[in-house]
């Protein structure tokens, strides 16, 4: 049975508000997203709710137990590895997939975000325009089951990015920048090895980095 439009739209928006709330922080992981809570929260009734729910499962950032319902997943160290050297093969994939493709405008629109995370030192703010970045890279990949699949990965590590950030401080923000500007410079010149070479770098670095700070994968204190 097709859905009726407005049950539609109400999935979307609450799909939309709950996304927010979990790359924010506010939902945190291992928490439990109440159905009956955010259909009264956002004036809905449970269907659209339960409809969000399973397209934010589809994009990493729910997943659903049965008998108990969804929450936002809790990954631990391990997991959190594999999902990083995931990136680290899948990322440079769409790379020099997308490298050919990209037009002057998205690889201007990206100089334009790289300065803005240079000018602008706010924890959140960083979050949201580094993963607009590098999508904005992959933006021309011709694999849309690619590109679904990296941002799966992203969604599925934002708290552990948050943390790291977080922890790092404002002070180890440098090495971000400056490996940036490398990967621009290649996707510049479209070289595909370079773009390569920095980007799986960028990654292992993070994901290294990370493996020296067990706290943050801790679960968050309820």
Request: charged residues 30%; proline residues 5%; contains cysteine.
């Amino acid at each position: 049975m097709t859905e009726l439009p407005d049950t539609v739209a109400a999935s979307e928006r609450i799909a939309a508000h709950l996304r927010e709330s979990i790359l924010s922080g506010e939902i945190a992981p291992g928490q439990w997203i109440r159905q009956e809570e955010v259909a009264a929260r956002l004036g809905a009734s449970r269907l659209p709710v339960r409809e969000a729910l399973r397209m934010l499962e589809a994009e990493g950032l729910t997943e659903h137990a049965a008998n108990k319902g969804s929450r936002v997943p809790l990954l631990d160290m391990r997991e959190v590895d594999i999902v990083y050297r995931m990136r680290e093969r899948l990322e440079p994939l769409a790379l020099t997939e997308s490298l050919p493709q990209l037009s002057d405008d998205q690889i201007a629109h990206m100089e334009r975000v790289q300065a803005r995370i240079e000018a602008d030192g706010k924890l959140t703010e960083f979050l949201v325009l580094d993963r607009e970045f590098h999508l904005t890279s992959y933006a021309a990949c011709p694999s849309e089951r690619l590109v679904s699949t990296i941002s799966g990965l992203w969604n599925s590590t934002q708290h552990h990015r948050r943390a790291f950030m977080l922890l790092s401080g404002p002070d180890r923000r440098w090495v971000v920048n400056s490996e940036h500007r490398l990967l621009l410079d290649a996707v510049h010149r479209r070289d595909p090895v370079d773009g390569e070479r920095f980007l799986s770098g960028h990654i292992r670095r993070t994901r290294i980095e990370l493996a020296q700070h067990p706290e943050v994968f801790a679960a968050p204190s309820s």
